[in-house]
């Protein structure tokens, strides 16, 4: 499942060209984090439309994790993602996250228990 997702990704990307450009997820910091959580979160994510994003990071488990999400504008630096992710025990999980720009380029975005860093291109 998890390789289908990232070979549709991998087909995506060069397809849409109304894309709104690439984000890499960095770090994490966990809410009563007790040394249990995995807060070195490498990803990367695409958006394939203005308001639709495809991604695949390492999450908080060590587990690899894909998703695909709505993006709904709430302010002009402020965003909500909506959508499905893999890699937690459950199999695929609805998804809501919270992204707001810190400065052009950098963003810190909060799901779960965790405030995550990401830098946009």
Known sequence: MIRRS????????????????WTVHTVSMHY???GQYNNINPGIAYDVF??????????SFYHLS???AAIIPVSRKMRI?????T?????????????Y?????????????????????
Do not use: C
């Open 32 to 34: 009563q984090d007790h």
């Open 50 to 59: 203005k308001y639709a994003r495809v991604g695949a990071v390492v999450n």
């Open 87 to 99: 890699g937690y025990k459950g199999g695929p999980l609805p998804m809501v996250s919270v992204e």
């Open 66 to 68: 894909t998703y695909a």
């Open 101 to 121: 720009d810190i400065r052009p380029g950098l963003s810190i975005l909060w799901f779960g228990t965790a405030l995550n860093m990401e830098i946009k291109f």
């Open 6 to 21: 990232l070979i549709a990704l991998l087909f995506l990307s060069p397809v849409v060209v109304q894309a709104e450009g």
């Open 81 to 85: 993602g909506l959508g499905v992710v």
